[in-house]
């Protein structure tokens, strides 16, 4: 298999093993030394390969967001997979079979009606659904809002649902994506924690036992909050990779980004006043997640080793890249066609949902793995 | 394999067999009555069944962007095939694979290093390379600039190079889809071929003869100028699928419109003012392709027959749907849980980019066939 990175064709979605394996250890440390029992997030990358890495080898304790996702890991011997993902009936027959395969086959519910849907479908062998009830500390997606009453009456209607077995609390932090550094990260997963240690608290007093109860995103368990220690389990996904939405954020710096776009120059142009490169990497391998061109800005990811660029444009197979600083017009000949450019992307989950092969590199741009990503539904 | 729509997982993406057989008869016709060869563009499904319908069956003069889509023609029995994008040194020992192997594989220079990186790559048995001289018409991509002198010299260079068969000219013209209604798509269609016709002309009093001409985007070739007869070919990509921006560019009705992201409500949620419903259709399932979330649009895509809905918002696997005027909160009970909602695309190239198999429907909604696309580069 041994290839040199050079030698690939592009666009090519490139990821540094090394780097993944880093993101990956880290993080089960941080768990480990707040107390907590990381449960890692799938949707990222989807390759078994990375989900063996989040586990740190044990194959247990995995999330997902499809249930190919959770076909994937059943069929590679995973145990205690969450479907992190609000069941709704038409996915229940589904659900029901990975829950009679597998060990444990954990979903999410965030009302009485998808509850009631589960008590009717009984599991063979007498087993119990394992339902953890998703709140949300403010986000404002799904998930039931943790101050209101409805959260301590959907968990009653939990606990007393036949057939079904209260796991605990689950909630995506999702608005610490809105934070600009370390210290609004923390402030977003303190809140967040001390809310649902409250509702633990208060789910006591009504003598109501919560097996367990986390919260996650990767900004927020990127930079714990020492409040979240008091948590059972947190349960981030994107940090395998991280990307520039995760360095702007504050989660991480620039070189734990694992995962890059390779690209090469194809062509040279003056157009008018108009001076631009154009690579093979358009929205195709790279995604528009992003921020939009601007002078401020390196554009729709962040071409690396070269802060004089920006990747202003793309259409499905072109990228525009243009001088950064519009008053000082690119020297098109340090960039020869065929040379490369490396991409970091925005948004890595993006990134890689553009992909069939993820090229895995080692330390000296060996390529010495194809990761393959279950798509679909 | 028969199958109910109504049975599918969801999201899933859905086309109309019989819409898109009528998109290829209607653009093959419309050719056909201008006295001009379409050459249609495989980018957008990247679907084989779809291929030949384009070329009404005869499997003849189809073009592409990426060669892992001329890989899959050539080993159906496809000829004449474009390579729509501009070669570069890197990839052309695998064009002269092409070039080699099928009866007519056609490449694009629009530089002379190009050409040159040609010159010096022999084909086996005396073969000549098929190039094609990309013009920009005023899409401001690639291609050389059809005023400027460098196309006429450009061109005199390929036809005097060695190992190589100047085929003609090409011009994406990309500026039509700046374009609100047919009148304005029609005078982008009628300068870019008054244009190319100049440089024929030209070409001609210099004593080359030019073999094809042609001008192409799915705007000017839907809603053509008579003056489009001119040129020897035309070749659209979108129009086998259309999709909200060609309806808004003016290229299509919303009924051609054929394909859509099939998807079910999966959630209520009622959160201080916010009053919402969640479907399980993320950008995963449509692409963050589209207008972003305003009072005076439908967002992300167009929610079939529920004018009173958006698109406002998308994360991984969780769309949010709002009421489009947000003084009239949502009547949930309108939407049950289960329920479905068809989408129509902003960007159908975008949205079948994202999706591993397309569910392929007749007018009862029996999912008659599954097609895959090619994937990668």
Request: include cysteine; proline fraction near 4%; aromatic fraction near 8%.
């Amino acid at each position: 298999l041994m290839q040199k990175m050079n030698d690939l064709r592009t666009p090519a979605l490139v990821v540094y093993k090394h780097k993944v394996e880093a993101n990956c250890e880290r993080m089960l440390k941080l768990a480990k030394d707040h107390g907590v029992t990381l449960k890692p997030h799938f949707k990222t990358t989807k390759c078994l390969e990375v989900a063996i890495m989040q586990t740190g080898g044990t194959k247990c304790g995995m999330e997902v967001s499809t249930l190919v996702e959770a076909d994937l890991l059943a069929e590679n011997g995973f145990e205690n997979v969450i479907y992190a993902y609000p069941i709704s009936p038409h996915k229940t027959p589904k659900c029901a079979e990975l829950s009679e395969k597998m060990k444990s086959f954990v979903v999410f519910v965030d009302n009485v009606a998808a509850l009631k849907a589960l008590e009717q479908w009984k599991l063979k062998d007498n087993k119990n659904w394992q339902v953890l009830v998703e709140v949300d500390t403010g986000a404002g997606r799904s998930g039931v809002q943790i101050e209101s009453l409805d959260a301590v009456s959907l968990i009653k209607e939990v606990v007393k649902c036949g057939n079904v077995t209260f796991s605990g609390l689950y909630s995506h932090c999702g608005h610490s994506y809105k934070c600009k550094n370390a210290e609004e990260i923390k402030e977003v997963g303190k809140m967040a924690t001390n809310k649902m240690l409250t509702l633990v608290d208060e789910l006591k007093k009504q003598g109501i036992t919560c097996p367990s109860y986390g919260i996650g995103s990767t900004p927020s368990c990127s930079k714990p909050a020492p409040e979240m220690s008091k948590l059972t389990e947190w349960h981030p996904g994107n940090y395998v990779l991280y990307d520039l939405m995760q360095v702007k954020i504050g989660s991480c710096e620039i070189d734990d980004i694992a995962s890059f776009v390779l690209t090469r120059v194809i062509g040279h142009y003056t157009k008018g006043e108009d001076v631009f490169l154009i690579i093979d990497c358009g929205w195709t391998a790279i995604s528009l997640h992003g921020v939009k061109d601007s002078e401020e800005t390196s554009g729709y990811g962040l071409i690396v080793d070269h802060p004089e660029l920006k990747l202003a444009h793309m259409s499905q197979e072109h990228g525009i890249v243009k001088s950064k600083d519009s008053t000082k017009p690119l020297d098109l000949s340090r960039y020869p066609v065929d040379s490369f450019l490396r991409i970091y992307p925005y948004h890595s989950c993006a990134t890689c949902a553009m992909h069939p092969v993820f090229y895995v590199a080692d330390q000296n741009d060996n390529i010495i793995d194809h990761w393959r990503p279950v798509k679909g539904w």
